[in-house]
């Protein structure tokens, strides 16, 4: 069945350094990833999306990479922020049905 | 324009209650999905409505039922409550035009504690 799961659970970095978040997917089949940020005791918020037929795509001090050989994800944070802590949620989506997240890996920035 | 909304936040039941919980959706918004985060773990699917239907389920028992109003507004039924039910629920709203009908956007949730 679905699932996506996460290689390391948590994640501590140092501030001003890069953070990089990873995700195995198991559906070759899914055809949209999104990364979410959740904040203590907030809902899961957007943070950058990717379609399949794409491998990268950038937005402010985030990227995404998508992997299809390998069935992989990564979220790179740069110049990670005190700001960045939270756990990150990666998600795919299987042609229109609704998304499977992983587990999540919390984020750490230590001073 | 106003974000997702749940109510209520924080409640507690006993086993064997019933509980609903209620969401209004993202100004626009047509397409309203539940998710249910145990404590440490990541979202998983309940269902999803569209205008009024139910048009997705993912592996929950039938007392988890669920509404969608004419104004996208919707609720989530527990009944018979478990121990296990005790979890964040997660309302999330889209559209169906650009973006919108791709990205999720999550209310805070509401948290619920079965004894």
């Known amino acids: 069945g679905e699932s996506v799961g996460l290689h390391l659970p948590t994640l501590s970095v140092q501030e001003g350094d890069n953070s990089i978040i990873n995700c195995?997917?198991?559906?070759?089949?899914?055809?949209?990833?999104?990364?979410?940020?959740?904040?203590?005791?907030?809902?899961?918020?957007?943070?950058?999306?990717?379609?399949?037929?794409?491998?990268?795509?950038?937005?402010?001090?985030?990227?995404?990479?998508?992997?299809?050989?390998?069935?992989?994800?990564?979220?790179?944070?740069?110049?990670?922020q005190p700001g960045d802590s939270a756990v990150y949620f990666c998600a795919e989506r299987n042609y229109g049905q609704n998304f499977v997240f992983g587990p999540g890996t919390r984020l750490s920035v230590l001073p | 324009e106003t974000g997702v909304t749940q109510s209520p936040t924080h409640l507690i039941?006993?086993?064997?209650?019933?509980?609903?919980?209620?969401?209004?959706?993202?100004s626009g918004h047509n397409t309203v999905s539940?998710?249910?985060?145990?404590?440490?773990?990541?979202?998983?699917?309940?269902?999803?409505?569209?205008?009024?239907?139910?048009?997705?389920?993912?592996?929950?028992?039938?007392?988890f039922s669920g509404l969608q109003f004419p104004n996208y507004?919707?609720?989530?039924?527990?009944?018979?409550?478990?121990?296990?039910?005790?979890?964040?629920?997660?309302?999330?709203?889209?559209g169906d035009r650009g973006s919108g009908a791709n990205v999720l956007t999550f209310g805070a949730g509401s948290r619920l504690t079965v004894l």
């Open chain 2, 13 to 26: 039941k006993t086993r064997g209650q019933q509980v609903t919980l209620r969401c209004s959706s993202q």
């Open chain 1, 24 to 80: 195995a997917y198991s559906n070759s089949a899914s055809d949209y990833f999104i990364w979410y940020k959740q904040e203590s005791g907030k809902g899961p918020q957007f943070i950058i999306d990717i379609r399949s037929n794409m491998d990268k795509r950038q937005g402010q001090r985030v990227t995404v990479l998508l992997n299809k050989t390998v069935k992989h994800l990564s979220l790179q944070i740069a110049a990670t």
């Open chain 2, 73 to 94: 507004s919707s609720e989530l039924n527990v009944n018979a409550l478990e121990l296990d039910d005790s979890a964040l629920y997660l309302c999330a709203s889209k």
């Open chain 2, 34 to 63: 539940w998710y249910q985060q145990a404590l440490g773990q990541g979202p998983q699917f309940i269902f999803q409505y569209y205008r009024e239907e139910e048009n997705g389920r993912g592996n929950f028992p039938p007392r």
